[in-house]
C-alpha cells in the first residue's frame, strides 16, 4: 500500500491489508499455514476484539432476537472465477439462521474492503404475499426507517418466472440512488396493487443495505470510532431484520417496531425537516436545502448579517436538521476579543497538584469537540457565535491547513503536544458573524476562502408569520412600515435594524421598552452625526403610528403609552 494516514488508535495497520492482498492473490491453504501468525496478529485478533465490543454496544432488545450463527475467518470463496478471502460474521434472526430465508445483520472483511449492514437473501414471494397484504399499508414499517440516517450503499435483486409487468416495474423501482426507505415504500405499493395469483409467479428477490469502507478509510478511523460507526449501523438497520422477518416471527410485528422505537428514541436524535425550520423562519425550504448542501460540502459556513435577524437561531435550528436521525450532537461557544488558540485548540494551563504548581497542556473546546465527535458515527455541529469577534489568524493557527479542503480526509496536522491531528469528517462547523461589528475586518481574506457565507438579512414575512401564529392581535403591518422606513433611512445592508427584537409574545406590552432601551441605543450609534435623522425614530414620534387600535387588544395604547412617559 501506498503511504497512507493511519490513526494512531486503529485496531488494524498497513500490514493488515498488505497481507490480505497477498492472500487474496494466492489463496491456498499453505499460503495460510506459512503466514498463520500474520493473521492472527494483524487479522483476526482486532476482528474478534471489534467484534466483541460491537457485541456490548448492542441493546439487550436486539440480542434478545439475534444470534450469532456463523463466524467463518479466512474462507476462500469463489465468485465469477476469482477466488476471494472472506473473514465474515453474520447475526441472524433467532431460528432462522439454517432456513431458506437467511437475514442478517453482517460484518465482512475481503481485501481492502470492511463491509457491514443488512443482508437478507432469497426473499420468497408466494409466503410473503398474505404479510406483506397485511403490513404494507402500515406507515409504522416505513416510518421508522425515516427517522434515522440509513446508509445509502445498497442493492436489490430479483429473479422471476415470467416477464409480467410488475416485474418490469421492479426493475424501474430498484434503483441505488432511492433511499432504502423509498425503495421499500415503493416496493411495498406495488406489491399490494396485484392480486395474488399474479404475485406468486414472481420467485422472489435479494436485498443488501450496507456500508462499505476502503483500506486507507478504515486506517483512518479509530477503534472506538470504528466499533461505534459498526454497532450504530447494527442499530439503525435491526428494524429491516423486523420487516423481513414478519412472515416467520412467532412475536406481533407492531409491536417489535413499537419496542424498538421505544428503545431507539433514547439513543438517536429526533429527526427535524427542513419545513418545520421553514415555518418557523420563513425561509422557504429551496433556500434552506441550499444552505444546508453548503455546510456539507464546505464542511463550515458563517451565517452573516447585522444584528437581530435570528443568526443564531438560525443556526441552532440547521444544527437540529444536520443531527436528526443520527447519534451525532451539537455544542455552541461564544467568541470574544480576549479567547485564544489555547483556549480552543491546546496549551500550556497552570495546574495545582499537592500544593505545587505545574504547567500542562490541556486540549482547547475544538479538540474536545473533535474527539467527542469521533466516537458518533453522524454529524456533530458546533456552533461559533459571533465568530468575527476574536483573533481568527491567532485562534485558529494552523487549523486553518485543515479547513483548506475539507474533502481531503488524510490531511493532519502535529499539535504543540506532539499528537497527530485531523478533524473528524463527520464534524461541521456553522459560525454567525454580525456584519454590522467594526471587528469584521478581522476576517481576512485567507479565512474567508475557507468557508461558506449564507447572508441573513432582516425578513419581515417572518416578523409577519409570528405574530399570525402566536394570535398576539399585535398591528405588525404598522410596526414592518416604521421598520422599512428606518432600514432605508440606514441604507446599508450591513447595519438594518432586525426583527428578533419584535418576536415576543407580550409585544404589546413590551414595544415601549424595547424601542427606548434597545433600538434607540442602537440608532444612537449610528446616526450619531446626524441627530435630525435620529430624531425622526423617536419613540415619542412613532408611538402615535399605534394610536388607533381597539381597546380590546392586548395593546398599549397612545394613552397608556404616555403615562409611561
Not at 449492514?117 to 426473499?123: D, I, T, V
Not at 405499493?189 to 409467479?201: D, F, G, H, K, V
Not at 443564531?312 to 455544542?331: N, P
Not at 476562502?449 to 405574530?467: G, K, N
Request: proline share 4%; aromatic share 12%.
Amino acid at each position: 500500500m501506498e503511504q497512507v494516514f493511519v490513526h494512531p488508535e486503529s485496531p488494524f495497520s498497513v500490514n493488515t491489508f498488505n497481507l490480505l492482498a497477498e492472500f487474496n492473490e494466492t489463496p491456498t491453504s499453505d499460503f495460510y499455514r506459512e503466514h498463520k501468525k500474520d493473521f492472527l496478529q494483524y487479522v483476526e485478533v482486532p476482528l474478534k476484539y471489534i467484534l466483541s465490543q460491537v457485541e456490548e454496544q448492542l441493546p439487550d432488545f436486539i440480542k434478545k432476537y439475534i444470534d450469532i450463527k456463523q463466524e467463518s475467518f479466512g474462507n476462500i470463496q469463489t465468485q465469477s472465477l476469482k477466488s476471494t478471502v472472506v473473514y465474515s460474521v453474520d447475526y441472524c434472526f433467532n431460528g432462522r439462521a439454517n432456513s431458506r430465508q437467511s437475514d442478517k445483520l453482517m460484518l465482512t472483511v475481503e481485501n481492502q474492503t470492511l463491509t457491514f449492514g443488512f443482508s437478507g437473501n432469497n426473499h420468497f414471494f408466494p409466503p410473503m404475499v398474505n404479510c406483506y397484504k397485511d403490513y404494507g399499508n402500515n406507515v409504522n414499517l416505513i416510518e421508522i426507517l425515516k427517522r434515522y440516517h440509513l446508509p445509502h450503499r445498497h442493492s436489490f435483486s430479483y429473479s422471476c418466472l415470467t416477464t409480467n409487468d410488475l416485474g418490469e416495474r421492479l426493475k424501474r423501482i430498484m434503483k441505488p440512488e432511492k433511499s432504502i426507505h423509498k425503495l421499500l415504500e415503493s416496493m411495498l405499493s406495488e406489491i399490494n396493487s396485484y392480486p395474488t395469483t399474479e404475485l406468486e409467479r414472481l420467485r422472489g428477490f435479494d436485498v443488501q443495505v450496507a456500508i462499505s469502507l476502503e483500506s486507507e478509510e478504515i486506517l483512518r478511523y479509530s477503534a472506538k470510532h470504528l466499533i461505534q460507526k459498526i454497532a450504530q449501523t447494527f442499530k439503525k438497520l435491526f428494524p429491516l431484520l423486523l420487516i423481513f422477518n414478519l412472515t416467520g416471527a412467532n412475536n406481533n410485528p407492531e409491536l417489535l417496531l413499537s419496542q424498538y422505537l421505544s428503545v431507539y428514541e433514547k439513543e438517536f436524535n429526533p429527526e427535524y425537516q427542513l419545513e418545520k425550520i421553514s415555518e418557523i423562519t420563513g425561509f422557504q425550504t429551496t433556500q434552506l436545502t441550499q444552505w444546508i448542501h453548503a455546510i456539507n460540502r464546505k464542511g463550515q459556513t458563517i451565517i452573516q448579517g447585522p444584528p437581530g435577524t435570528g443568526k443564531t437561531f438560525i443556526a441552532e435550528k440547521l444544527a437540529k436538521h444536520l443531527i436528526g436521525g443520527g447519534d451525532g450532537f451539537s455544542d455552541i461557544i461564544q467568541f470574544h476579543p480576549a479567547y485564544t488558540y489555547e483556549d480552543f485548540l491546546e496549551g500550556l494551563r497552570p495546574i495545582t497538584q499537592n500544593g505545587q504548581l505545574t504547567y500542562s497542556i490541556v486540549p482547547g473546546r475544538f479538540l474536545e469537540f473533535c474527539k467527542q465527535a469521533e466516537a458518533c458515527e453522524d454529524t456533530c455541529v458546533l456552533i461559533i457565535d459571533e465568530i468575527n469577534r476574536a483573533n481568527l489568524s491567532q485562534v485558529f493557527g494552523e487549523l486553518m491547513y485543515l479547513l483548506d479542503d475539507r474533502q481531503d480526509t488524510g490531511r493532519s496536522i502535529i499539535l504543540a503536544s506532539g499528537k497527530l491531528f485531523r478533524i473528524p469528517t463527520n464534524v461541521r462547523i456553522i459560525g454567525t458573524m454580525n456584519t454590522a461589528d467594526r471587528s469584521i475586518a478581522l476576517v481576512d481574506n485567507a479565512l474567508r476562502r475557507r468557508f461558506a457565507f449564507i447572508p441573513v438579512y432582516p425578513s419581515y414575512e417572518v416578523l409577519r408569520q409570528y405574530h399570525h401564529r402566536e394570535e398576539t392581535g399585535f398591528p405588525v403591518d404598522k410596526l414592518t412600515s416604521i421598520l422599512e422606513e428606518v432600514n432605508r433611512a440606514i441604507n446599508n445592508k450591513h447595519y438594518e435594524l432586525g426583527i428578533s427584537f419584535f418576536l415576543t409574545k407580550t409585544l404589546a406590552e413590551d414595544i415601549q421598552d424595547i424601542w427606548k432601551m434597545e433600538i434607540e441605543p442602537y440608532l444612537e450609534e449610528y446616526f450619531f452625526d446626524n441627530q435630525a435623522k435620529m430624531d425622526e425614530f423617536l419613540w415619542d414620534k412613532i408611538k402615535y403610528q399605534f394610536s388607533n387600535l381597539s381597546s380590546n387588544a392586548t395593546i398599549i395604547t397612545t394613552n397608556t403609552a404616555l403615562q409611561h412617559l
